[in-house]
C-alpha cells in the first residue's frame, strides 16, 4: 500500500482555487426581509410599487390609495396670490393712497403757512412799476384805437390835423385812453391785487387777506378813479415828495411791499 494515497494537499491559505467558498445564506434572508419591509411602509403611505418586467405592458395600471390629508400649496402659488395676495396687494394701495392724502394736505398746510408768514408794508408809489404799467395801458389803449378805426372807417389824422371847434376827437381820444387805464388798473387789482408793473417790484394794494372783501372792490374803483381825475400826475408826485401814499390814505386801499 502506497503511503501517499490517503495523503491530501491543502492550501494554508483561502483564495488559491482549491476549494470554492459557500453562499452566505443569512445575508441573504436579511436582504429579503429589509425589501419586505420596505414594500410595505411604502404602501401604508400611498405609494404604488414597480410592476415587475414579467407583467403584462396591457394591464392598466392599479389606482392609487387617495391620501387623507391635501397637499399644501407651494409658496408662491396661484391661489396663494389669488387669495392672501390680492388682500395684501389691496392694502398697499390704500396705505399709498392715504400717504398721497396726507403729502397733498401737508403741502397745502404749507403753502398757506407761507402765505401768512409773508409780511407787508406800507410803501410809496414807484417810478418803475408806474412805467410798466403805463407802457402796457398805452399799448392796450392803441390796440383798441385801432379796432375802432377799422370798424368805423374814420380818418384819425385828418380829424387830428383838422379837429372841430369843440375839440371833441381830442376829447375823445382822452377819453378812450383813460377807459383802457381804468379797466386796466381795476380789473388787476380786484382779481389779483395787484398790477404788472407792481407785481414785478413786489407791490400790491391792501393784504392778501382783503382780496375776498366786498369793501376792497370799491376801494379799488375809487382809487383808480381818483388817480385818473387828478390826470396821472398829482398823487404820484405828492407822495414822491412827503414819502406817504395819499391816493391810499383818501380811499382806503393802500399800497403795500414785502417786507
Known amino acids: ?92 394701495l390704500k396705505t399709498l393712497q392715504k400717504n398721497r392724502r396726507l403729502d397733498f394736505e401737508n403741502s397745502k398746510q404749507k403753502i398757506a403757512q407761507t402765505a401768512t408768514k409773508q409780511e407787508y408794508k406800507k410803501t410809496t408809489w414807484s417810478f418803475s412799476a408806474a412805467m410798466l404799467d403805463a407802457m402796457l395801458v398805452v399799448a392796450a389803449s392803441l390796440l383798441c384805437m385801432i379796432i375802432l378805426l377799422v370798424v368805423t372807417k374814420v380818418d384819425l389824422i385828418g380829424n387830428l390835423t383838422n379837429p372841430d371847434a369843440q375839440g371833441m376827437i381830442y376829447l375823445a381820444t382822452v377819453s378812450l385812453f383813460a377807459g383802457v387805464a381804468f379797466i386796466y388798473l381795476t380789473l388787476n387789482r380786484i382779481y389779483v391785487g395787484c398790477t404788472p408793473g407792481e407785481w414785478a417790484f413786489d407791490q400790491r394794494i391792501g393784504k392778501p387777506e382783503e382780496l375776498n372783501r366786498a369793501s376792497y372792490s370799491l376801494k379799488v374803483v375809487a382809487r383808480s378813479f381818483l388817480v385818473i381825475v387828478t390826470g396821472f400826475i398829482v398823487f404820484p408826485i405828492l407822495s414822491s415828495l412827503f414819502n406817504k401814499d395819499f391816493a391810499g390814505s383818501i380811499t382806503g386801499a393802500q399800497l403795500y411791499k414785502k417786507a
Request: proline share 12%; charged share 30%; hydrophobic share 30%.
Open 1 to 92: 500500500m502506497d503511503p501517499f494515497e490517503e495523503f491530501e494537499f491543502k492550501p494554508l491559505t483561502d483564495g488559491l482555487g482549491f476549494h470554492k467558498k459557500k453562499s452566505a445564506t443569512p445575508a441573504k434572508e436579511d436582504t429579503k426581509a429589509a425589501d419586505t419591509f420596505s414594500k410595505n411602509l411604502m404602501k401604508n403611505q400611498g405609494l404604488e410599487l414597480i410592476e415587475e418586467s414579467s407583467t403584462d405592458p396591457l394591464r392598466p395600471p392599479l389606482p392609487r390609495k387617495k391620501t387623507s390629508s391635501p397637499i399644501p400649496p407651494a409658496p408662491g402659488s396661484l391661489t396663494e396670490v389669488g387669495g392672501d395676495g390680492s388682500a395684501a396687494v389691496d392694502e398697499i
